[in-house]
């Protein structure tokens, strides 16, 4: 990928990698320490843990950006990664459940300040669309291969050392993260020079400004209104993968706990393989004709699921999983590159963090309605009920994408053959004047 022809990306990227191992080992090493402390209640501290994480991820993130805006971005990645650090350090001297609880609080509200800083960085220090692209598709492959290595990492270790090791592992994940993004903080900083707030003002009233700038400014333009929509139509998909996977295996096919891992591995490679060919794609196809292309794929899929289980097939099963992973991997990939190319030097960073917040919100609601929903109204009726969801999200796109007015002039008219606020490929200068391009940009 020429991506990685830019050094602070490769150095970045590392920081990337270690740090998501770091965190899957810590995902298995928080599931045998509950199980230690709670016994056969373990599934129940898990699931509290995993809500305080969703609700770190989407009350703290506009929080902490709003606290560090006045910090170069590298004080703000490497202090992210010391907290964790700090964190993981503890963990093996947790003794009560509490405690679990308050230290994941922590541990994700750092990270909820590194990841979107690390998506604004990423995005200011790869200027170029096309290998932007393929960055944002790298940081992708990371996140899947991280799901798949991480626990066989996990399992070889656990042969030789006891659980509580693990988190030794994780801290040094975090610790190599700090060190290879301290390795190019002056490249980091020099890109983000210009898009400090000018004004330092503590007051209450412009803190709660700069915590809810993100928000304000996804709402009041267009292409991000339509990413706001495609968030729900991902929420919809991935939760049914996450929370149903085990059951349709286990219970619908009578598979093995292997079945339901190679279930979630065809999600992966689809996701994989999307990602790969994602730059490709958007390169002939443009940004939004994929994205909402993908999105009716999600929505149909969902709903396939209610006529799966009236005659279930595990083969069919992988091909749907898999043709779901490519789906939100093209989206998400859209999405970046959407808010990269639709953000100012000034407000970067803040859209970044209300992206992040905003999406796990969609989680918060597609989680428990496909794990409750299909406890209480079957199985069918919540694919079907998510594929709605899903729908709903694919309409607010399309109309938030929708082509140019009629109020344009009649230039801009006759130029427009797609949604002007996503048309982003250089080449659009070839079709058009200087004028009229910038006009459509916008």
Sequence with gaps: MRAFTYPTFRRLYGAQVVSLLGTGLLTVALGL????????????VLGTALAV????????????????AALPASRVLVGADLVRLGMACCLPWVGHVWQIYLLVFALQTASATFTPTFSATIA??????????????????AYDLESVGSPLIAAALLTVVSYSTLFVG????????????????????????????????????????RTFAGCRIMLARSAFRGVLWVNVVVAAATALVMVGTVVFVRADLGGSATAVAVAFAAFGAGSI???ILGPLIFR?????????????????????????????????????????????SIISTGTARLLRDHSTDADRDDVFTAQFSLSHAAFLVTYPLAGLGASTSGQAVCALVLSALALLGLVGAAYSWRPVSTTRTATTRTANTRPANLRMHPRISLTMNRATATADER
């Design 33 to 44: 320490l509950a199980y230690d402390l709670a016994g056969p209640d373990a599934g129940r």
């Design 124 to 141: 200011r220090v790869v200027d170029d669309g096309d290998d932007y692209s393929a960055a944002v598709a790298a940081s992708r492959i």
């Design 170 to 209: 994780t801290a040094l994940g975090f610790a190599a993260s700090a060190v290879l993004v301290l390795s190019c903080r002056r490249d980091i900083n020099r890109s983000s020079i210009n898009e400090r707030p000018t004004s330092t003002s503590t007051s209450a009233e412009s803190f709660a400004r």
């Design 284 to 328: 002939r196809a443009g940004t939004s004709r994929p994205m909402l292309a993908c999105a009716l794929a999600c929505v149909i899929g969902v709903a396939a699921m209610a006529a799966w289980l009236g005659a279930p097939s595990y083969i069919s099963l992988l091909a749907l999983w898999a043709v779901l992973g490519a789906a939100t």
């Design 53 to 68: 994480k969703m609700v770190a991820y989407v009350v703290m993130a506009p929080v902490m950006r709003a606290l560090v």
């Design 273 to 275: 393989a999307a990602a």
